[in-house]
């Protein structure tokens, strides 16, 4: 990648500089076109596919079970899962006998598609929550209080171990309906890339739109021997951005604290980010100007200026300390790659800094290395809106 500057990143695109990797499989391009209208850039890797249940025989089962006793709730959690429930008993022509036993029972929508699939049907849902979270339908029937009720959950794909332990700890009988499975995709390809580039450092957030993609790229991770170094990046560097507490439950367990959005939508799990990102970033002055380093580039007086890995990495270290100076050996361990990299890769790497940014932003301590031109006094007086022109 070439330096340049990108133009101003002002607040139309909060995520300028920064690079997150989506694992959505479903809605990734709305994800991702999302994220790059606020200036990220995306890393695509579809950590999950649908997969019909190639038996099903626990379909089935547990089709035969809500038909043997009369169902209190049954919760449909998505529309696609809903209609292949009642198409799949149709087959075993059972589906007069489901949909007259469901029509009894108070039905639940996760959300409008749920909620559709239902009503296509010829039933009615009592409830679903505007925020399309299985969290709120949890909150919802817990507050009904569900001592003694059978309950079916129409499954897609999830599990939902905290939503059925919650009911059942509750006094509920939960039937669990399994229509659909998640797997790896078929290409898992973009998958160990993503977890190649956030145990290196090359991503600033990863995003989760459902529990299974967590579970996989853990699968992923531990097949290819960095399960530990992506937790740690989890943990530490890089920001785990899940939609809900639900999706978040795997982290969780694994003592790994995730960003969630208020509202369980893709749009406010982006806007979480948008303010999280940035939060961490601290505003130098230095040499006359506002500097702002981020993931793959910096913003230099509110302009995006694109840098490659070696260059962010030597300009990093700079502003780790701003003011002091860092040796050549402490830039050079800086550089990807470390001792492996020839000599003169600290001089050509804060040639083209200069070059990207500014001669004025770094200077050559004789003898002892560089430092950034910092200018605390200007941090201190809140100065940090009113940077002079460029030189």
């Given amino acids: 990648m070439s330096t340049g500057r990108d133009g101003a990143a002002g607040r139309e695109e909060p995520l300028a500089g920064y690079t997150v990797g989506v694992t959505a499989a479903r809605r990734r391009d709305e994800l991702g076109a999302l994220l790059q209208r606020r200036g990220a850039r995306v890393v695509d890797a579809p950590a999950i596919q649908i997969v019909p249940l190639a038996d099903d025989r626990e379909l089935r089962a547990a089709t035969e079970q809500c038909l043997a006793a009369p169902i209190d709730v049954a919760v449909a959690t998505t529309g696609i899962g809903f209609r292949g429930w009642l198409e799949a008993a149709e ?19 996760r959300g409008p598609k749920a909620r559709g699939a239902i009503r296509a049907a010829g039933l009615l849902d009592a409830w679903s929550p505007a925020s399309e979270s299985s969290s709120e339908v949890l909150e919802y029937l817990l507050a009904q209080g569900v001592s003694g009720q059978r309950i079916a959950v129409q499954l897609h794909g999830e599990p939902l171990p905290d939503f059925v332990e919650a009911l059942e700890d509750a006094g509920a009988t939960v039937v669990p309906v399994p229509v659909y499975r998640w797997v790896l995709p078929e290409d898992v390809a973009p998958l ?13 957030a990863v995003t989760f739109t459902s529990a299974p993609a967590v579970a996989s790229l853990l699968q992923v991770a531990d097949e290819i021997g960095h399960r530990a170094a992506l937790l740690s990046a989890l943990r530490h560097e890089v920001v785990p951005a899940c939609v809900g507490p639900v999706t978040a439950g795997p982290l969780a367990r694994l003592e790994v604290t995730t960003v969630q959005p208020d509202r369980y939508r893709l749009g406010a799990l982006v806007r979480e980010l948008a303010q999280v990102l940035p939060a961490r970033a601290r505003r130098l002055p230095v040499g006359g100007h506002l500097l702002e380093v981020r993931g793959h580039g910096v913003l230099l007086d509110g302009e995006l200026v694109a840098l490659p890995p070696s260059l962010i990495a ?25 001792q492996d990299n020839a000599g003169h890769a600290v001089e050509m790497a804060v040639t083209r800094l200069r070059g990207a940014l500014g001669a004025r932003l770094i200077q050559t301590v004789t ?3 560089y430092r950034l031109a910092f200018e605390p006094e200007r941090e201190s007086q809140g100065c940090l809106a009113q940077p002079e022109g460029r030189s």
């Fill in 367 to 369: 003898k002892r290395g």
């Fill in 314 to 338: 030597v300009l990093r270290e700079l502003a780790r300390q701003p003011g002091r100076v860092r040796s050549r050996t402490e830039l050079l361990a800086a550089l990807p790659g470390g």
């Fill in 192 to 204: 160990r890339r993503l977890v190649e580039l956030t145990v290196t450092g090359q991503v600033d």
């Fill in 91 to 109: 087959g075993w022509g059972q589906a007069a006998a489901l949909v007259a036993h469901l029509g009894r029972a108070t039905l639940l929508a």
